[in-house]
């Protein structure tokens, strides 16, 4: 018999369970890919994405290859063209991971209609894409955890599955076509220090931040400067490694740093079940409402500043350049340049989460949209209204002003901590900056979210 396996956010082949569960039960396997026109149309094709999809595409293909198989890629509708290629191969299953958001969740139900209408099974499997699934931790009184603290506990005591090894040889039937696979050579618009995809990279990635840098992740996750953190984030996105991996090999590792970055991985699969109960919340207010945000008509010049990076603030301004230069930014600056957009500037949390989904090669809509909402204050924030102050967060995780300087040449000159406010020097020296003012006072900005969460 043969089975179908159609990748989706899991571009690998160690650790896949939805591939070893085909290849056990099959003679033959068709390894599939289908870029879904749907998603395509609504907007989550950006070219940062798309060139690390072909590198990762292509990097599959190739350790298929060695295995005596190949990837085979469609277009178009995806339950059609999977119907498509399971019936070129005369496939009776089709074996596929979980998904959470609400397009991937009635994909699947329909999926599993038109297969079930051809006499093909559909096997769904969990813990693929996550280290523990929704629906594997729930509270006693909801359908899902709404705050982290009592999830990570929960998520914490779970048993994982061993992870599995990479497959032996995979046989794939002839007369199953195949389009060309693309190459991010075709694409233009990409951020100019891109990084690349593929299970490859993120392996040997992943294996040397085992060596050198997890054991410190603890003490310098938030140094800016430093760049201290996994960069692992696009390869979870499209799946390149897998999750379950990663928390047993980081837990081998053992110490503090170690324990740090697990817990990070479980803040992953928290936004992945609070999606899953609350699908709306990808674009809807999760708890907490503002009514008032402006929009972006109404704030059309201060989003348009925050977005080249020439807010006045140079924290703010680095980090959105960083964004604009790599399609990734640090988490300390994500947190601020939202904090920025929505609390000091009041602005529809939603404008700033379609930039960075515009731009992050890890565009994630789980965690993209619930941290916009967590800094927002509509999501799963216990204190909603905390507001960062760009200052005293740049003296703190930019201390010499070395993040500063890398991304803004203008600032080059200027030594910390004054480079953290340049409007205060001397006016002589203040003149010789090309570097806006402030395009907003932090305490007007502050009087202008107080008031209106006063109105709420
Ligand atoms: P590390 O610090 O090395 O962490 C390891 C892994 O843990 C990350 O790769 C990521 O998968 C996970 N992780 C870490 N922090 C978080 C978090 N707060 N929420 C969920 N997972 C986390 N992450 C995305 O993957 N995609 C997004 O679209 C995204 N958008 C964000 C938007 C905002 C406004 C904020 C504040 C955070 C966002 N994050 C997003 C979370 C976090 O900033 C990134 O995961 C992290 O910066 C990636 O860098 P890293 O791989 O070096 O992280």
Redesign the pocket.
Known sequence: NVSVVLFTADLRLHDHPPLRAALDGSRQVVPLFVRDRAVDAAGFAVPNRLAFLADSLRDLDAGLRERGGRLVLRSGDLVDEVCRAAGEADADEVHLAADVSAHARRREERLRAALEAQGVRLHVHDAVTTAVGPGAVVPSSSDHFAVFTPYFRHWSQQRLRTPLRAPGPVRVPDGVGSQELPSRGDLSGLSPALAEGGETRGRRQFASWLRSGIAA?EDR?DDLAGDA?????????FGTLSPVELVHRARRAGGPGAEA?VR??A??D??RQVLAARPRAAHADYRTKHDRWRSERTAREDVEAWRAGRTGYPIVDAAMRQLRHEG????RG??L??SFLAKTLYVDWRI??RH??DL?V???VA??Q???Q??AGTGTDSRPNRVLNPVTQAKRYDPDGAYVRRWLPELRGVAAPAIHEPWKLPGPDRASLDYPDPIVELSAGLDRFRRAREAR
């Open positions: 992740y996750h953190t996994s960069r692992l984030s696009p390869h979870l996105h970055f990070q991985l803040w992953r928290f936004h990734w930014m640090h988490n994500r947190l340049t939202a700033g989460a960075f989904l992050l890890d565009g994630d965690d993209n619930l941290n916009w967590w800094m």
